[in-house]
């Protein structure tokens, strides 16, 4: 029965069955598009707050921004470590184990929520005290912070639910409920901001509401997506043995998700020793760095729930094949990005920045944009190099590989960037995924990976 129960819609997307590059290709496209949605919604509210709040209510919610990072790395990170056990045990056909790893998960992350929570809302004035808020905006970061404190249950819930949607080979649910959820959060922006005047508070409450929301949506279609997964008997709530599995994954990636933020809040120290104008460059190109990394991490999701998958189910020879397939992709995407950027760099960067009024603005953007349209290929293998190591639960050398590209980026732009300018920057951000890249694949290409089942 639960063969059936994996191939009972010939038109739905089977890790196990379909081309490798059919079911990467197919699985990726959702997870793109609902980041770059996320990317615009985020632009929208951004402006929401600027043209109808003000400058200083901007800046009190991009204080936060960083912090809000950190958390939501948290919640990404424990989602890989969940979804890679889940789809194991999908790809062998333990139901029932694989619906205890799932409400296992769903209780991990709503007591990690809640403490986290606790902490932040007794401690959110030291937070913002460190993070050197300025006076001007305390007391309007203060407001936002801590409402965001208090939806952070839905924000974890949520991230907790796509993961297990991902991990169950549906990347097409948590696109639907993220544009529904960004759709409801600008038009409440607008109500709570516009007609009620809350402003930071009216930002703030609506972005709970839209989480909310989108968390009890999701919750209540995953309890009717299990109820199609028939189990042997009543089964536990809670499994401790799995927790320790789960945790085992998700901790170094908790912990290289954080380094990442806390490596690009270093980064960002250099730029702005070179002035104003530089930031304005450097942050603009930044923007479309952001959506060119966006399909590259889509292929590495794709093929850390394919490896998952089909290395449940034994099939190490498959997952091969899907790495190889993936190349295929990400060198498309990689062609495409660069004659994109080299094409019409100059358009795109005029978006943000005035050529004329802003001459090194423009010519810093410019100069990283262009540089950089050549080498998003190489982050592309990384991805899908770590996907494999990732969904095959071998995340030791996965994290200290992105670990090393951290300190690669982190230590030439400081080394560098006083002798040879801001250029160093992202000169050291192809150094820095070359090398990931480098250690990832030579472990891969040892073939411990094939003995490392997570269950």
Not at 16 to 45: H, R, S
Not at 141 to 146: K, N, P, Q
Not at 330 to 354: K, S
Not at 361 to 370: C, D, E, H, N, R
Request: aromatic letters at 12%.
């Amino acid at each position: 029965m639960t063969m059936s129960i994996l191939s009972r819609k010939k038109t739905s997307l089977n890790m196990l069955t379909d081309t490798p590059g059919k079911a990467l290709f197919f699985f990726a496209v959702p997870i793109i598009l609902g980041n770059l949605f996320q990317q615009f919604y985020n632009m929208v509210d951004g402006i929401v707050v600027a043209r109808f709040v003000g400058e200083e209510a901007l800046a009190a919610v991009g204080t936060t921004y960083s912090l809000a990072n950190v958390f939501i790395a948290v919640a990404t990170g424990a989602g890989i470590g969940s979804s890679v056990v889940i789809s194991q045990f999908l790809g062998a056909r333990q139901i029932d184990a694989m619906k205890k790893a799932i409400t296992t998960t769903l209780i991990n992350f709503l007591v990690l929520s809640v403490v986290m929570a606790a902490i932040g809302l007794l401690f959110c004035d030291n937070i913002l005290y460190a993070l050197n808020t300025p006076d001007n905006v305390f007391d309007e970061a203060r407001t936002y912070l801590s409402i965001y404190f208090w939806g952070l249950p839905f924000l974890f819930l949520y991230n907790a639910l796509s993961s297990v949607f991902n991990a169950l080979g549906d990347s097409k649910t948590p696109l639907k409920l993220l544009i529904m959820s960004s759709l409801t959060n600008v038009v409440l922006d607008l109500v709570f901001v516009v007609f009620f005047h809350m402003a930071v508070a009216g930002v703030a409450i609506a972005t709970l509401i839209a989480q909310g929301i989108s968390a009890v949506l999701s919750f209540y279609i995953m309890t009717r997506r299990l109820q199609t997964y028939p189990s042997s008997g009543r089964l536990p709530l809670y499994d401790r043995r799995l927790s320790l599995k789960i945790i085992k994954i998700a901790i170094p990636s908790i912990i290289q998700q954080t380094i990442v933020n806390l490596g690009m809040l270093l980064v960002q120290s250099v730029v702005n020793s070179f002035g104003s104008q530089v930031m304005a460059g450097y942050a603009a190109a930044s923007r479309f760095e952001g959506i060119c990394v966006i399909p590259m991490v889509a292929v590495g999701t794709a093929v850390s729930t394919f490896t998952a998958q089909n290395m449940g189910a034994g099939q190490t020879a498959r997952v091969r094949k899907g790495y190889h397939a993936s190349y295929r992709l990400v060198i498309a995407i990689a062609i495409i990005l660069c004659l994109i950027l080299e094409l019409f760099g100059d358009t795109l960067i005029t978006a943000f920045l005035d050529g004329d009024s802003n001459a090194l603005a423009f010519s810093t953007g410019i100069a990283y944009m262009k540089f950089l349209g050549f080498f998003y290929v190489l982050i592309g293998f990384k991805c899908s190099v770590d996907g494999v190591l990732r969904g095959s639960g071998d995340t030791i050398v996965f994290t200290v590989a992105n670990l090393v590209n951290l300190t690669i980026r982190v230590a030439f732009a400081h080394l560098f960037a006083p002798v040879i300018g801001v250029s160093a920057v992202w000169y050291a951000v192809p150094l820095g995924w070359l090398s990931n890249y480098l250690i990832s694949f030579f472990w891969y290409l040892r073939g411990k990976w094939q003995g490392n089942r997570a269950i």
